[in-house]
C-alpha cells in the first residue's frame, strides 16, 4: 500500500514545478531536502545550489534552511530540485528592474578571476577589470570579499550575461559633485586649487569638484615656455575664476591675478632718474621696448636713443639686445615707463648739440639761433 501511495504522491509532481524543502541533511556534493505536500526526498545536486562555482555544499545551506525550488526530474524514489533556477528567476527580475531604472545597489566580490570580479546577485555577474575603478589598478586581489556599489551597464538574458559597473557609479557621483560645486561658483571668487593635469597650452586646477582650466599666458605675469616649468602636479595654487560657462561645464582660471603685478609700486621700483641694464624686445618705427624689470617694459623714444641723427631704431639696435637706459618718466596709472639711452652716453664734442638756448630764443628754428651765434664769434 504505501509503494502504492508513493507512486501516486511522485507521480502529482512534474519538472518545472515550484515547491518549497526544508534542508535534513548536507552532503559534500549534494543536500537532501524535505519536500512539502511530499514523503518522499529531495535532492540538490551541488550544481543547483547556486549560480556561481561552489567547493561545498555547505557553504551555501545549512540544515533547517527553508528553500524555493523548482523540479527538475522526477524520479521513482526521489524528486531532482533546484535552488538555482529559483534564485535566477528572481534574480533576473530584480536585474531587469534595476537596470531599467538605472538603480545603485551593494554587492560583495565574490572572486577575482582572470580580466575582472565575479559577483554573486543570485546569478553571476561580471565586472571587467576597466570598469571597476575610474583609476588603473594593477592587483585585484585584495578586492574578494570587498562590498561595493554598482550599476548594471550590460544585461542579456538570453546570453545569461550581466556586466556590473562600479566606476559608473564613481563618475556619476563626480558628475553630481560637479553640477553642485558649479552652482556656487562666480566670477572673481579667489579659491584654492589643486594642480590635476598640465598641458602644452596649460593646467586643469580641482577647485573643489570641478576642474578649470589656467592657460598658459594666465600662469605668470612673465612669460612662460611650458606650463611644466613653473607648475606640477599636485600643487595647491590659489587661483581667480575668470569666467563660468554653466552650459559647458567649462571654467577659465588665472593664477597671475592673484599675484602682484610687475607694475605694483612701479614708482618705488623704477623711480624717475633710475639707471637699469634691459634687453630690448621690439623694435618700431618710432623707438624700441627695452625691458627693465621682469613683465615691465619701457618705450625709447627714437629720439632718445643716440645723440646722432637716425631714421629709424634698426640702424643702432636689434632685439635681444641688452642697453643701459634711464628713466625719464613714470606713469604708474598708464603703466608706462619713459626711457632713454642717449642721456647716459658720451656726446661728441664736434657736434653742436650741447648749447643750451636762452629763455628769450627759445622757439626760435634751431638754425637761426647757431647761425647768430657764429655770427657773432667771426665778429
Not at 525550488?69 to 533546484?82: G, H, I, N, Q, R
Not at 623694435?283 to 631714421?311: C, D, M, R, W
Not at 639686445?321 to 628713466?327: A, G, I
Not at 664736434?350 to 667771426?378: C, H, N, R, S, T
Amino acid at each position: 500500500m504505501t509503494d502504492e501511495m508513493n507512486q501516486v504522491e511522485v507521480r502529482t509532481f512534474l519538472e518545472n514545478d515550484k515547491v518549497k524543502g526544508t534542508v535534513t541533511k548536507v552532503e559534500e556534493k549534494q543536500v537532501l531536502v524535505a519536500i512539502e505536500g511530499s514523503k518522499i526526498d529531495g535532492i540538490i545536486p551541488i550544481s543547483e545550489l547556486s549560480s556561481l562555482h561552489v567547493e561545498q555544499a555547505s557553504d551555501v545551506v545549512n540544515v533547517g534552511d527553508v528553500l524555493d525550488l523548482v523540479v527538475t526530474k522526477v524520479e521513482e524514489d526521489a524528486l531532482v530540485v533546484s535552488k538555482r533556477k529559483v534564485d535566477a528567476e528572481l534574480a533576473w527580475e530584480e536585474m531587469q528592474h534595476r537596470f531599467e531604472n538605472n538603480t545603485v545597489f551593494e554587492a560583495v566580490i565574490s572572486d577575482v578571476v582572470k580580466g575582472g570580479l565575479v559577483v554573486d546577485l543570485g546569478i553571476r555577474g561580471f565586472v571587467p577589470a576597466s570598469l571597476v575603478e575610474d583609476h588603473y589598478v594593477e592587483d585585484f586581489s585584495d578586492y574578494k570579499g570587498k562590498t561595493l556599489t554598482f550599476k548594471i551597464v550590460e544585461l542579456e538574458r538570453e546570453k545569461n550575461r550581466i556586466i556590473l559597473s562600479h566606476r559608473a557609479v564613481l563618475e556619476s557621483q563626480k558628475l553630481e559633485k560637479k553640477k553642485e560645486a558649479l552652482s556656487h561658483i562666480q566670477a572673481g571668487q579667489v579659491v584654492e586649487g589643486k594642480v590635476q593635469r598640465i598641458t602644452d597650452f596649460g593646467a586643469f586646477v580641482d577647485i573643489g569638484g570641478v576642474d578649470g582650466l589656467v592657460h598658459i599666458s594666465q600662469l605668470s605675469h612673465e612669460h612662460v615656455d611650458k606650463p611644466s616649468d613653473v607648475l606640477e602636479e599636485g600643487q595647491i595654487v590659489q587661483v581667480k575664476i575668470l569666467s563660468v560657462d554653466h552650459d559647458n561645464e567649462r571654467i577659465s582660471l588665472s593664477i597671475k591675478e592673484t599675484q602682484p603685478g610687475p607694475w605694483s609700486n612701479i614708482d618705488e621700483k623704477a623711480p624717475k632718474g633710475s639707471v637699469f641694464t634691459g634687453k630690448v624686445k621690439r623694435l618700431v618705427s618710432f623707438g624700441a621696448f627695452v625691458e627693465v624689470l621682469p613683465g615691465v617694459e619701457g618705450l625709447v623714444h627714437i629720439s632718445q636713443i643716440s645723440h646722432k641723427h637716425i631714421n629709424t631704431p634698426h640702424e643702432v639696435l636689434k632685439e635681444g639686445q641688452e642697453v643701459k637706459v634711464k628713466v625719464l618718466e613714470v606713469n604708474a596709472k598708464d603703466e608706462r615707463l619713459s626711457l632713454s639711452i642717449k642721456d647716459l652716453e658720451k656726446r661728441d664734442t664736434e657736434e653742436v648739440v650741447d648749447y643750451e638756448l636762452p629763455e628769450e630764443a627759445k622757439g626760435f628754428q634751431l638754425g637761426e639761433v647757431i647761425g647768430d651765434k657764429l655770427k657773432g664769434l667771426k665778429n
